[in-house]
């Protein structure tokens, strides 16, 4: 299992990110492609437990999944593949293993608020 | 009362840090006119075997080593220094892969331009290495006829970061009733045109025809770089 390392890459850029641009990290909105090699759920749970102690304590980390997307030569077009154990076009069955998407592990955006260093006053 | 929560838009890939190393690895190994193949597979299916066999038969016409990734013991790099090829240990601890990192560490002393091969034998794992770009031209991924033939298709994400496929223990197909074509079938259905080759470490078979491939693989190599 390599999402532990994973997560706390994500950890420190994100971190990293926060401390040039003074602001308070919610959350961390990442592209995982299903062809990555790193499982969501494993991900999520290392995530947590990479956050202990840093700036991004009790932040979300929110997944999207990327299809494998492919090429085919036959249509001239890009098709969303239903099986990572079937590299063929779905439509016209033609083999393909030019991969357009379904790889990435990205960071896309970070919900952020601004540091507040002072009790706002009124506050209750 | 906090401020609010806004979006900011950024776009970082997460494995920058070892792509980075990686991509300054094939440069270097580019321009030295070194040829890296790296080895992956599940522990226990002949990656050791193999390297040593091709070690010992490349090395009258080739200069070779090897660093073999290992969580523990130098085992592997104590059988394949039996072929007098210069052979580097990588012990990674608990971690599950290696990362081009510890290949750039371990290859602090060597003098890269004095070798026509470098293998990198991986941690035997079929899950975490395939994330890691290691900086090498070549990816094998080891299947060895007792795993049985739908390895591919439970692990296609490593079928598919790899480039060959080396189909190992050949000399035991017969006993475990090994089905060569659905193998094939599998590994095409993972990886549309990739290669394979059928080789038995222990003997011999299918060697000489694999070597006869990298060789090759080395001569384009070599004249890509003096174009």
């Not at chain 1, 990572?84 to 998407?101: G, L, N, V, Y």
């Not at chain 2, 523990?72 to 210069?86: C, F, G, H, V």
Request: with cysteine.
């Amino acid at each position: 299992m390599h999402e532990l390392s994973i997560a706390m890459s994500i950890v420190d850029m994100a971190q990293e990110e926060a401390e040039q641009r003074d602001v308070k990290i919610d959350a961390v909105y990442l592209e995982l492609g299903l062809l990555s090699g790193v499982v969501a759920e494993a991900l999520l749970f290392s995530y947590e437990m990479a956050c202990i102690g840093t700036r991004l304590e009790g932040s979300r980390l929110v997944v999207k999944e990327i299809p494998i997307e492919v090429y085919c030569p036959a249509c001239k077009t890009k098709r969303i593949l239903s099986s990572m154990q079937w590299f063929c076009c779905p439509e016209c069955s033609t083999p393909t293993s030019e991969i357009i998407h379904g790889k990435e592990l990205t960071i896309t955006a970070l919900e952020v608020r601004d540091e507040c260093r002072t009790a706002p006053v009124g506050s209750a | 009362m906090s401020a609010e929560p806004r979006l900011l838009e950024v776009r970082k890939n997460v494995l920058k840090q070892n792509d980075v190393v990686a991509r300054m690895l094939r440069e270097r190994f580019h321009a030295q006119g070194t040829y890296v193949v790296s080895l992956v597979s599940s522990p226990g299916a002949g990656k050791t075997a193999l390297l040593e066999s091709i070690l010992t038969l490349l090395q009258p016409q080739y200069r070779v080593a090897a660093l073999v990734g290992d969580l523990a013991t130098e085992n592997d790099a104590i059988r394949l220094a039996r072929s007098q090829a210069p052979v580097k240990q990588i012990t990674t601890g608990t971690l599950c892969h290696l990362e081009a990192a510890m290949v750039d560490r371990a290859l602090s002393g060597w003098d890269i331009g004095q070798l026509d091969f470098l293998f990198i034998e991986n941690v035997g794992n079929l899950v975490c290495p395939s994330s890691y770009d290691l900086g090498e031209n070549l990816r094998l991924v080891l299947l060895s006829v007792t795993e049985g033939e739908d390895k591919p298709l439970k692990y296609p994400t490593i079928f598919n970061s790899a480039d060959i496929a080396v189909i190992t223990k050949m000399d035991l197909a017969e006993a475990v009733e090994f089905d060569e074509e659905s193998v094939k079938a599998n590994i095409q259905a993972v990886r549309p045109g990739m290669r394979h080759f059928l080789v038995s470490a222990k003997t011999g078979a299918g060697l000489q025809e694999y070597l006869q491939f990298l060789t090759a693989q080395l001569a384009e190599f070599t004249q890509r770089m003096t174009v």
